[in-house]
């Protein structure tokens, strides 16, 4: 049934996107038809104005003796720029031309090259002057109603295509919304059904306490459980509140590394700087950065697979203060740098690639911080870094 609804559900997009594209391309259509039926009514107009300025009758000493009609045609309320020169291309008459173009030669020619490029100038010979030589030429231009066509379908397909983006970003921030709620919801769920179990295991461990057991395996116990207990308390975080509070770095990575010292393989050395150099501080939500730390050094033990070596770096500058966790592993391809931290990316055969995009979510959207591979070689081994502003008492 799901794999039914997922067709469906890219059918239905892709006849969407379909839609809109054969919507931009009809209007596209139908607005150059239009376009190019009001260019030819423009030059129909211009041509007949041309006729009419012909047909101009001059009397014997020289006068023009207006006709009505004539009259009419040539000041019909024209939204055509052009412009009314000689044969020497002097300007004689013009109209929606600028005044400096007009008084600017090399502008003005500049201006009726790009008319004469537009449409072709129509020559006018006077019936009054038996002269050949003496004629005027009307150069014009598109009207802004003809160019604002030109540009209209595609600013129709601007938007169709800024709906079509919109309506796909709404439905998939939707079902994301919905996807986080369900994710929240069986974190919380998992956090209320461990509770009882964990509470029974206090109970059995004072217990043991009473008994005749060796108290080093009690007590690590002990640690196993107050981890349980705080991986109970960080799903039980999720999806709320995360306030953050200023840490002391290297006691809160140092109680993560101390805890996996003791719990790696035989082959496995973990090393950790942290104790032996100064304090530095940011803010954090310490039960979620334990977390991510967590989360690097079981990626570590992974690529090691049984032997090798992790080393926990602290550094800091002026601004920053910097955990490094390196290991000797088997490396990760370059093309998978950025990758690895997507969700559901993984190279194991088990898992399901969610812990480093947990990761990153936790450092950069919790903790306004950066984590990235910034070293990493096949056969060689990986470093990955968290980088975190820096608190100064």
């Not at 600013?155 to 994301?176: C, D, E, N, P, Y």
């Not at 719990?263 to 950065?289: E, K, M």
């Amino acid at each position: 049934m799901k794999l039914r609804r997922d067709i469906f559900s890219f059918r239905n997009r892709v006849s969407v996107i379909v839609a809109g594209i054969l919507l931009g391309v009809l209007s596209l259509l139908y607005t150059n038809n239009m376009a190019q039926r009001l260019k030819e009514k423009e030059r129909h107009d211009v041509a007949l104005w041309a006729h009419a300025m012909e047909r101009v009758i001059r009397d014997i000493d020289g006068r023009t003796i207006n006709d009505p009609l004539i009259a009419d045609i040539m000041n019909n309320g024209n939204n055509i720029p052009f412009v009314i020169t000689d044969q020497d291309l002097n300007p004689i008459h013009w109209h929606l031309i600028p005044s400096e173009l007009i008084d600017h030669p090399d502008r003005l020619r500049r201006r009726i090259d790009r008319m004469t490029e537009e449409n072709p100038p129509i020559p006018i010979r006077y019936r009054w002057t038996p002269d050949p030589d003496h004629y005027h030429i009307i150069f014009y231009s598109d009207s802004a109603l003809l160019k604002s066509l030109y540009y209209f379908p595609y600013i129709q397909l601007l938007v169709i295509t800024v709906f079509i983006l919109l309506g796909f970003i709404a439905f998939r921030s939707t079902k994301q919304d919905e996807q986080n709620r369900v994710w929240i919801g069986l974190a919380k769920e998992t956090a209320h059904q461990l509770g009882t179990p964990t509470s029974s295991l206090l109970g059995w461990i004072e217990y043991l306490r009473a008994q005749p057991v060796d108290p080093a395996a009690v007590e690590e116990m002990q640690k196993d459980l107050a981890h349980l207990m705080k991986i109970v308390d960080r799903f039980s975080k999720i999806g709320s509140e995360t306030p953050l509070t200023p840490a002391n770095i290297n006691e809160t990575v140092g109680e993560t590394v101390m805890y996996f010292r003791k719990r790696i393989p035989r082959n496995v050395t973990l090393d950790y700087n942290g104790l032996a150099i100064a304090p530095v501080q940011a803010s954090i939500n310490a039960a979620l950065f334990e977390w991510v730390v967590e989360n690097l050094l079981k990626n570590s033990l992974d690529a090691l697979q049984g032997h090798g070596a992790i080393e926990v770096r602290i550094s800091s500058d002026d601004r920053n203060v910097m955990i490094d966790v390196r290991d000797t592993g088997k490396g990760i391809p370059k093309s998978n740098w950025k990758r690895i931290f997507e969700p559901g990316f993984t190279t194991k055969t088990r898992g399901w690639g969610l812990g480093l995009s947990l990761s990153r979510r936790i450092v950069e959207e919790y903790h306004g911080g950066r984590i990235a591979v910034i070293d990493s070689e096949i056969g060689r081994g990986t470093t990955i870094r968290i980088t975190l502003k820096r608190l100064f008492e």
